[in-house]
């Protein structure tokens, strides 16, 4: 990650008090919170007009960032990357780049990373934001549900918006052995991992006692 302008030691600080808590929250994966701690939040966030949402970026809370679109809480964003269980180098796609915070992720942890948004606004934005900050995804504006059938196959696959049923078409781009986390629900969801097993079979797990909200999944409407 580049040197970074309007990171101050405050937001570093802050950073640092907010793995804590995800560590009282049960995130353990080192890797994970390292990334958590070193990517300045504050810069995926969205502000509207004078008001900012600046003093809100470390709290573990799920913040606007335009288009009717939100950034995932930190909480969640850690318990997703942590049930992938990344490896360097993984060939992930993630469903759903927002504002690129969840890309970061992936990127710091050191993932190759394939990501789709819908919304052409936000992905302009994530496009422009990303580099600066020294992240180089492949970013692709595009429908989430049809995936990159042309771009092989994925170790990980990372869903960041609510889906009514598991696509088949995502599940059939993973890779033997892959993961993907999805979470599945309308108005609340569960997060599910499904883990592919050989050409023709799936594991299929849901995380018991947590619900989660997320923004839909909409089939077919790039915007």
């Known amino acids: 990650m580049a040197d970074i302008i309007g990171d101050k030691p405050q937001y570093q600080r802050l950073r640092q008090k907010l793995t804590e808590q995800l560590r009282t929250l049960g995130i353990t994966d ?19 007009g004078t008001n900012t949402f600046l003093h809100w970026a470390y709290d573990n809370t799920a913040l606007p960032i335009g288009a009717g679109q939100t950034i995932s809480q930190p909480y969640t964003v850690a318990f ?11 060939k992930v796609l993630e469903i759903g780049t927002g504002s690129g915070y969840q890309t970061a992720v992936l990127l ?24 600066k900050l020294g992240y ?6 595009g429908d989430g549900y049809i995936g990159l059938p042309n771009s092989g196959r994925f170790d990980k ?10 696509p088949e078409t995502l599940q059939q ?38 619900t989660f909200i997320f923004v839909p999944m909409i089939k077919g409407k790039v915007l």
């Open 30 to 48: 080192a890797a994970v919170l390292q990334a958590i701690g070193k990517i300045p939040r504050h810069l995926f966030i969205a502000e509207e």
């Open 80 to 90: 997703q990357t942590q049930l992938l269980q990344l490896q360097r180098h993984d």
């Open 108 to 131: 710091e942890m050191g993932a190759t990373v394939y990501t789709i948004e819908r919304h052409r606004e936000l992905y302009l934005k994530a496009q422009q934001r990303l580099p």
């Open 136 to 141: 180089f995804p492949k970013l692709f504006c």
């Open 157 to 166: 696959i990372i869903v960041t918006a609510a889906a009514p049923q598991i």
């Open 173 to 210: 781009q993973l890779a033997i052995g892959g993961r993907m986390v999805i979470p599945v629900g309308n108005d609340t969801q569960k997060m599910v991992l499904i883990v592919r097993n050989d050409e023709n079979n799936f594991t299929e797990e849901v995380c018991a006692g947590k």
